[in-house]
Every structure is written in structure tokens, then in C-alpha cells.
């Protein structure tokens, strides 16, 4: 099955600096992946996501990469802000023919962004 | 709408006594998805539905069996808890077609705990 390995498993920066994560996997079929932020006591929620036929896509502060070659991809938060401090998962799956995806989740990235 | 509901948000339960964690989405969507969550671990797949009656295992199922006899309703069943099910239950959701890419959508989670 898919394994996927992220890091950091903490990172702690100063506003407006610039926060990096990545992620590896396993799974050459995998083809989507997506970046899940969660908020102290909700659920994660997504952010941003990618699909294998894409090397790169930005929404504002927030971008992603991917480099299907050697199975990583990585978050890229630009100018941060203290309400960016959450825990950060990444996830890679399959998008088939069907439509349904099942992930696999990273273990989680804790972003604590001071004033 | 809603979004996704997960009912009850907390629970302590005694080993060996049994409980179901509801789970109800308003959007209509075919899938849905039973994860669990603990420190260091992320998020790993318990059972997971494509459609209205219709389920399958995930990533870790044992010790839980889901229903889904309703579109809208995804049940998970702990009949023996045990210590080793502590842990925040997440819920979600999502659908295909041609302004989705299968987006999971989270409910808040239940926090469960086994004595």
C-alpha cells in the first residue's frame, strides 16, 4: 500500500518569514495530492491540492510542488501570519475512473508561526 | 447546510461495552469515509463507503464494523471497546464530478476514550 513520510513534525517560524513542508511517497499510481490544514479542536479542512499531471500550483500565499520523479511534493506559505499556526497534513491517493479517492495521510506537520 | 455532523463529540466508555459513532452529511455526497486520529500517528482510514449501502475496509478496521443504510448516514461500530480505540474519530465526505476532484470534507470529530 501507500506509505507517505512528512517533515518536519514540528516548525516554528516568525511572521512574514516563509514555512516549508514536505512530504514523500511510495505508490507510483498515486495521483492526487491534496494539503489538509487542522485547527486546534476541528477538523481538518483543505487548502490546496494537486494533480500528477501538474509540476506546481500557487493560490495566493499558499503553493505546491510537485516532483513526480522522485515521489515528493511540498507546501510552500509564503509571508506568514499567526492564524497560519495549525497542524498541516499532507495526503496522496488515486483519483479513478470512478471518482472515488482513498489517502493516505502524512503524520502531521505542527506550524507555530510568533509575532 | 451542515456539512458533515458527527454525533456524540465526546464519549468515555468502560472496555468491553459497545457504542456507534453517527456520522450525517447534508451534500448529497456518495462517499464517505471513517478515519481516526492519534498523537504522532495522523490520520488512518477505518472503513469507507462508495455508495449507499455499500462498505469497505480501510487501513486499520479492525475492532469496528460501519453501516450505511442512508445516502446521508455513516455509522461506526465499537462492539468490545477497547483502550487501544482512545483516540478522535473524523468523518468525511466527498463527491466526483466536474466541479469536484474528490475533496474529502471533515466533520468536528469525536473524541472517544476507553477505561
Known amino acids: 500500500g501507500e506509505n507517505v513520510e512528512q517533515h518536519p513534525s514540528t516548525l516554528s517560524v516568525q511572521e512574514g518569514d516563509s514555512a516549508v513542508i514536505k512530504c514523500t511517497y511510495s505508490?507510483?499510481?498515486?495521483?492526487?495530492f491534496p494539503w489538509y490544514k487542522q485547527e486546534l479542536g476541528k477538523g481538518p479542512q483543505l487548502i490546496i491540492d494537486i494533480r500528477s499531471n501538474v509540476g506546481e500550483k500557487k493560490d495566493q500565499r499558499i503553493a505546491v510542488t510537485l516532483n513526480k520523479t522522485a515521489k515528493h511534493f511540498s507546501l510552500h506559505i509564503t509571508e506568514t501570519q499567526p492564524e497560519d499556526s495549525a497542524v498541516y497534513f499532507c495526503a496522496a491517493g488515486r483519483i479513478l475512473n470512478s471518482g472515488y479517492s482513498t489517502l493516505t495521510f502524512g503524520k502531521g506537520t505542527m506550524l507555530l508561526v510568533s509575532p | 447546510n451542515a456539512g458533515v455532523t458527527q454525533t456524540p463529540k465526546f464519549r468515555v466508555l468502560k472496555t468491553g461495552q459497545s457504542m456507534t459513532l453517527l456520522c450525517a452529511q447534508d451534500?448529497?455526497?456518495?462517499?464517505m469515509y471513517w478515519y481516526r486520529q492519534d498523537p504522532g500517528m495522523g490520520l488512518r482510514l477505518i472503513h469507507y463507503?462508495?455508495?449507499?449501502?455499500?462498505?469497505a475496509k480501510g487501513e486499520v478496521p479492525d475492532g469496528y464494523n460501519v453501516s450505511r443504510l442512508k445516502k446521508q448516514n455513516f455509522l461506526l461500530g465499537l462492539e468490545s471497546a477497547a483502550p487501544s480505540q482512545t483516540s478522535v474519530y473524523f468523518c468525511?465526505?466527498?463527491?466526483?464530478?466536474?466541479?469536484?476532484?474528490?475533496?474529502?470534507?471533515f466533520g468536528p470529530g469525536t473524541r472517544l476514550t476507553v477505561l
Open positions: 451534500m448529497n455526497h456518495e462517499y
Open positions: 463507503s462508495v455508495g449507499e449501502g455499500t462498505t
Open positions: 505508490d507510483s499510481a498515486s495521483n492526487y
Open positions: 468525511a465526505s466527498s463527491y466526483w464530478g466536474p466541479e469536484s476532484e474528490g475533496e474529502q470534507f
